[in-house]
């Protein structure tokens, strides 16, 4: 048996992955099977049927990410049948948030396309296996996580009562939302899995459940059709490699936007000479997210080659020309086995449709409707392009080193990662300190541009409006992460603003 370090976003997905070791799984197994687990036992904050990338990186191979990314739909329609059936919803979660719901707001979703692109290319597990932990999570029930709780709080009722499966499997007899740690079953989810495991991800894209996703997406005037889901496919590009120091770090390509501004954030940091994060250190930290979220809100989020703008952000971010421009919901898990192999795993549905077609258990996406990443809103773009993503999966590698790392958190998912890494390669604190340490994000979301931040942060002043949390708090992300090095063996660590699972599989 391989010896495996996972670190995910619960204890259940983290015992899953040690399950999958058992059974011959290498560090990719074990992080698809957890993610698989997280995206079915995660409800309102990811579902599998949304976007995900995989970022791989094998001893004397080059980084590779499966984009499993959202896609328009429509393909084959008039257009005057697209752009419909999505209402506007409107939230108090995060401050407030307004985005689309129903029908129209779903996606063509690429999660599951991603996940068996991977296990194809590098696990080492039977298929079946990767599901046995999440089969039997889904048929006996799961523990309702706090950060689940949380967000249904908010949006139980508004958008999560589109469905009464969907409804009845997170609310009692009374309509009141059930108790953080009562166990959840959805029905036919576990029947749904099971299928899956024993006929691949085809049934979703080609079989009888992405007919019945299909059809009640355009019975109840979506646009996402048999055309869109069997045309999908799960794309290998080589992983975004950025320096700094000794270590060397892969993130995800464009077209996606995060690894992009999270290799423009370690380049604008990488001659930070700190060893702790000082007033100007934070200074120095805050000019540069507002640089670089600033360059993404300007240009990236709305540009037609993402490649050509993104080469732009990092060769004026490599040069330190920092004056030179102004600057919902996921699941995370990590893996590195003995051998050197590592896989991280970031995966997202929005802030959910509330659909959930009649006998699938499978909740629906709104990445067309998240408003704040897909500016562009139900007119996105032609059938088949990828919608924008924040998700960052990294890899990072130096001699007899090997990190895999990433984060929940929306557009925290960046400035997360960036602090993170920086507190690990840069000032060399330990892994769980890494994680643990206070945060700041500029949130650019609303009117007027905000500096959030954690307690303990000596901060500069700015022009910018301070908002300081009370404590550690879920907003600025949920970092995840392993470690192995070959003289002292693993390091795992979650991060204590979330639930969180950790597990050296095979002690």
């Given at each position: 048996?391989?010896?495996?370090?996972?670190?995910?976003?619960?204890?259940?997905?983290?015992?899953?992955?040690?399950?999958?070791?058992?059974?011959?799984?290498?560090?990719?197994?074990?992080?698809?099977?957890?993610?698989?687990?997280?995206?079915?036992?995660?409800?309102?904050?990811?579902?599998?049927?949304?976007?995900?990338?995989?970022?791989?990186?094998?001893?004397?191979?080059?980084?590779?990410?499966?984009?499993?990314?959202?896609?328009?739909?429509?393909?084959?329609?008039?257009?005057?049948?697209?752009?419909?059936?999505?209402?506007?919803?409107?939230?108090?979660?995060?401050?407030?948030?307004?985005?689309?719901?129903?029908?129209?707001?779903?996606?063509?979703p690429g999660s599951l396309?991603?996940?068996?692109?991977?296990?194809?290319?590098?696990?080492?597990?039977?298929?079946?296996?990767?599901?046995?932990?999440?089969?039997?999570?889904?048929?006996?029930?799961?523990?309702?996580?706090?950060?689940?709780?949380?967000?249904?709080?908010?949006?139980?009722?508004?958008?999560?009562?589109?469905?009464?499966?969907?409804?009845?499997?997170?609310?009692?007899?009374?309509?009141?939302?059930?108790?953080?740690?009562?166990?959840?079953?959805?029905?036919?989810?576990?029947?749904?899995?099971?299928?899956?495991?024993?006929?691949?991800?085809?049934?979703?894209?080609?079989?009888?459940?992405?007919?019945?996703?299909?059809?009640?997406?355009?019975?109840?005037?979506?646009?996402?059709?048999?055309?869109?889901?069997?045309?999908?496919?799960?794309?290998?590009?080589?992983?975004?490699?950025?320096?700094?120091?000794?270590?060397?770090?892969?993130?995800?390509?464009?077209?996606?936007?995060?690894?992009?501004?999270?290799?423009?954030?370690?380049?604008?940091?990488?001659?930070?000479?700190?060893?702790?994060?000082?007033?100007?250190?934070?200074?120095?930290?805050?000019?540069?997210?507002?640089?670089?979220?600033?360059?993404?809100?300007?240009?990236?989020?709305?540009?037609?080659?993402?490649?050509d703008e993104a080469a732009?952000?990092?060769?004026?971010?490599?040069?330190?020309?920092?004056?030179?421009?102004?600057?919902?919901?996921?699941?995370?898990?990590?893996?590195?086995?003995?051998?050197?192999?590592?896989?991280?795993?970031?995966?997202?549905?929005?802030?959910?449709?509330?659909?959930?077609?009649?006998?699938?258990?499978?909740?629906?996406?709104?990445?067309?409707?998240?408003?704040?990443?897909?500016?562009?809103?139900?007119?996105?773009?032609?059938?088949?392009?990828?919608?924008?993503?924040?998700?960052?999966?990294?890899?990072?590698?130096?001699?007899?080193?090997?990190?895999?790392?990433?984060?929940?958190?929306?557009?925290?998912?960046?400035?997360?990662?960036?602090?993170?890494?920086?507190?690990?390669?840069?000032?060399?604190?330990?892994?769980?300190?890494?994680?643990?340490?206070?945060?700041?994000?500029?949130?650019?979301?609303?009117?007027?541009?905000?500096?959030?931040?954690?307690?303990?942060?000596?901060?500069?002043?700015?022009?910018?409006?301070?908002?300081?949390?009370?404590?550690?708090?879920?907003?600025?992300?949920?970092?995840?992460?392993?470690?192995?090095?070959?003289?002292s063996g693993f390091e795992?660590?979650?991060?204590?603003?979330?639930?969180?699972?950790?597990?050296?599989?095979?002690?």
């Open positions: 048996m391989t010896k495996v370090a996972v670190a995910t976003t619960s204890q259940l997905a983290a015992d899953g992955a040690n399950e999958v070791a058992q059974l011959g799984g290498n560090a990719v197994d074990c992080a698809l099977a957890a993610a698989l687990t997280t995206m079915n036992t995660e409800p309102g904050v990811c579902a599998m049927a949304g976007s995900a990338f995989v970022t791989i990186w094998q001893p004397d191979a080059d980084p590779v990410t499966i984009d499993g990314n959202v896609a328009v739909p429509g393909r084959g329609l008039p257009d005057e049948e697209r752009g419909h059936a999505a209402p506007t919803v409107t939230i108090d979660y995060g401050g407030g948030i307004t985005t689309l719901a129903g029908p129209g707001s779903v996606a063509v396309a991603a996940i068996e692109r991977a296990w194809q290319l590098f696990g080492s597990a039977s298929w079946s296996d990767l599901f046995v932990p999440v089969i039997r999570a889904t048929r006996e029930g799961f523990p309702l996580s706090a950060a689940c709780h949380y967000y249904l709080g908010y949006s139980g009722e508004s958008i999560f009562g589109r469905s009464d499966d969907g409804y009845n499997a997170l609310h009692d007899q009374n309509g009141a939302l059930r108790e953080q740690g009562s166990l959840i079953v959805v029905p036919h989810l576990s029947d749904t899995l099971s299928a899956i495991a024993g006929e691949g991800a085809r049934l979703f894209y080609e079989g009888d459940i992405g007919e019945r996703i299909s059809a009640h997406i355009r019975d109840n005037g979506g646009a996402l059709s048999m055309d869109d889901l069997g045309s999908f496919e799960a794309v290998e590009r080589p992983s975004l490699q950025v320096s700094v120091g000794d270590w060397t770090i892969a993130s995800n390509p464009p077209p996606a936007v995060g690894g992009s501004v999270l290799a423009a954030m370690l380049l604008a940091c990488s001659d930070l000479r700190h060893k702790r994060w000082t007033t100007a250190a934070l200074d120095h930290l805050i000019k540069v997210q507002r640089s670089v979220l600033d360059f993404r809100r300007s240009r990236l989020d709305l540009a037609n080659d993402v490649g732009e952000l990092l060769k004026l971010a490599g040069s330190r020309q920092i004056g030179e421009w102004m600057s919902a919901s996921t699941v995370h898990t990590s893996a590195v086995d003995e051998n050197g192999v590592a896989c991280a795993v970031t995966a997202s549905s929005g802030y959910g449709s509330g659909e959930m077609p009649s006998g699938t258990g499978l909740w629906l996406n709104n990445c067309l409707g998240e408003l704040e990443l897909n500016r562009r809103g139900l007119e996105a773009g032609p059938p088949g392009i990828r919608l924008p993503s924040n998700m960052a999966p990294s890899v990072a590698r130096r001699k007899g080193r090997v990190l895999a790392a990433g984060s929940p958190g929306a557009d925290r998912i960046t400035t997360a990662l960036h602090q993170f890494l920086v507190n690990l390669l840069q000032m060399e604190m330990p892994l769980a300190e890494a994680i643990a340490h206070p945060r700041l994000h500029i949130d650019m979301s609303g009117d007027t541009d905000r500096l959030m931040s954690e307690p303990g942060l000596d901060l500069p002043e700015t022009d910018l409006p301070v908002i300081v949390m009370p404590g550690l708090n879920m907003y600025f992300g949920g970092i995840g992460a392993t470690l192995v090095d070959k003289e795992v660590a979650s991060d204590p603003r979330r639930e969180g699972g950790t597990r050296i599989c095979g002690d």
